[in-house]
């Protein structure tokens, strides 16, 4: 996450420097697994703790995350495959995803961790859990699903037959209230920026790896503790859609957050470190 001052412009410059102090000491680089090229960074003290990011993103959308965890765990916020300088389309569906993310995980000596992760990418933490339990200390599932669904699969379809631009409006309407994009917050800014950049049979790819993901009759028997957190005004994914998803799980907190849509770990950083800390940093 090598970042410039300019890169989070738009940002109050008092958290511009916070996240610039912390990531002045970071480690960051590239791993490759299973064919794919996924950049990471890691930072902080304490128990360790994977972030990944959701469809159309980048390991650096947890950037405003950086300062509040940093004094709390050591946080690995990596790419998913198809993304960032990954060049290659993700795997067909969430559990593949996650092999490749143990596996990445596992050649940079972490083997024992916390997983959080935001839509697709809580998918994915999931997965992790399901694929390999001893690996997991706790899960957190922002705004994700277990199950794929019908709208996934169509906008993989769209895509290859379309593109990705064609989609861009809607996604960003999706995921952040119009407070945010009139005019354009930080972070819409970083997330167009993204989308724009994604390749075409990436996007389409992720896209279909998530309507694919069948993880439910998995969850009754998992172990790991599971904390899911909502945007009370998430359309894509409504807490209501979240509680079903609690009730297949038997070390499960809900938490509902006010006033945020669906990538909450960029509208709403310091209320989602608060749930992470209360939840996570003791496994």
């Not at 993989?156 to 354009?184: C, D, H, K, N, Y």
């Amino acid at each position: 996450m090598k970042l410039a001052a300019t890169a989070l412009s738009g940002l109050e410059k008092y958290e511009q420097d916070r996240i610039l102090r912390v990531l002045a000491t970071a480690e960051n680089g590239i791993v490759s697994e299973d064919g794919h090229t996924l950049g990471w960074v890691q930072f902080g003290v304490g128990p360790k703790l994977v972030l990944l990011h959701g469809i159309g993103l980048d390991h650096q959308s947890w950037v405003r995350l950086v300062p509040l965890l940093a004094p709390h765990f050591t946080v690995l916020a990596i790419d998913l495959p198809g993304h960032g300088a990954d060049a290659v389309p993700g795997p067909d569906d969430a559990e593949k995803t996650a092999s490749i993310i143990l596996g990445a995980c596992a050649r940079l000596g972490i083997t024992r961790f916390a997983v959080c992760g935001v839509s697709f990418g809580g998918t994915v933490a999931l997965a992790m859990a399901v694929t390999r339990p001893s690996a997991i200390a706790h899960v957190g599932v922002v705004a994700g699903v277990a199950d794929g669904f019908p709208a996934a699969t169509e906008r993989s379809r769209l895509a290859l037959a379309q593109g990705v631009a064609p989609q861009i409006a809607e996604t960003l309407e999706r995921w952040f209230i119009p407070e945010e994009t009139s005019p354009q917050s930080w972070q819409v800014c970083y997330a167009h920026a993204r989308l724009v950049r994604m390749k075409t049979q990436n996007w389409a790819a992720a896209w279909a790896a998530l309507g694919a993901s069948r993880l439910t009759p998995s969850l009754p028997g998992l172990e790991s503790p599971v904390t899911l957190v909502s945007g009370a005004l998430d359309r894509s994914v409504p807490p209501a859609a979240m509680s079903k998803l609690a009730e297949h799980l038997t070390k499960v907190e809900h938490h509902i957050l006010s006033g945020v849509a669906h990538q909450i770990a960029l509208s709403a950083p310091s209320d989602l470190a608060d749930v992470i800390l209360r939840r996570m940093q003791h496994g």
